[in-house]
């Protein structure tokens, strides 16, 4: 079976421009939730998407968005570029919302941004 | 705010040592307790812990998790080359606002 699949791998920005970031979940899953990683940190909460709906969303700019379409995929999109905004950006799946029991988030290989 | 701190931030040992990692936690609404092996990109997934003093295995990977003292360990035990990664820990809170990580340990195992 697929797991998290996510596109572009790498992606290169200036600053100012605009970026869309694609996930497939794994099949069956109806949640995704997107993570940005910067170098020597943990993973940081962005957002969580539940049938379709937004259910959670960290502390981020509003230059930050995102949606989930009916087959479960989901875009993150970051407008107005900053040079602070080049991390790593994960996507996780997982069966439900929260977290706990059989509902494990399942994480993808990540989209490496770099703005310059 | 949630908070997460993991300890050591890095830790080099030589193969076939055992390495204990430390990981304590604040979170509201507590649910369970993820450990993430983290080698190039994706994290993936070694255990979820929900329920105090219960030990997982998981071949020479162990956890439990001490919800008194809101904290976790992971053991590894006869290290190997393959072990090297960032480990990272993730209590899960109630809500929907995804997982809190720390900042990981950063393992290395030398020959």
């Known amino acids: 079976d697929a797991g998290v699949t996510q596109s572009p791998t790498h992606l290169i920005k200036t600053r100012g421009q605009q970026v869309t970031l694609r996930c497939s979940p794994i099949s069956g899953h109806k949640s995704v939730s997107w993570y940005q990683q910067v170098l020597g940190q943990g993973p940081q909460f962005i957002f969580q998407?539940?049938?379709?709906?937004?259910?959670g969303r960290g502390n981020f700019p509003d230059r930050f968005s995102a949606r989930q379409f009916p087959n479960y995929s989901s875009e993150l999109n970051v407008n107005a570029l900053l040079l602070g905004d080049s991390a790593l950006y994960l996507c996780?799946?997982?069966?439900?919302?929260?977290?706990?029991?059989?509902?494990?988030?399942?994480f993808g290989a990540g989209t490496r941004l770099s703005v310059l | 705010e949630d908070k997460v701190v993991q300890s050591p931030l890095s830790l080099v040992v030589h193969e076939g040592d055992t390495v204990t990692l430390n990981c304590s936690y604040e979170v509201t609404n507590f649910r369970s307790l993820l450990w993430y092996k983290q080698e190039k990109k994706a994290p993936t997934f070694l255990f979820m812990l929900t329920s105090s003093g219960i030990e997982k295995k998981s071949g020479r990977l162990s956890s439990i998790l001490d919800k008194k003292e809101l904290s976790s360990i992971l053991n590894i035990t006869a290290t190997q080359t393959g072990d090297s990664a960032i480990y990272l820990c993730a209590p899960a809170g109630g809500g929907a606002d995804g997982l809190t990580f720390g900042k990981g340990t950063h393992l290395i195992i030398q020959p």
């Open positions: 996780a799946s997982s069966l439900a919302l929260r977290a706990g029991g059989k509902n494990i988030q399942y």
């Open positions: 998407y539940y049938e379709k709906e937004e259910r």
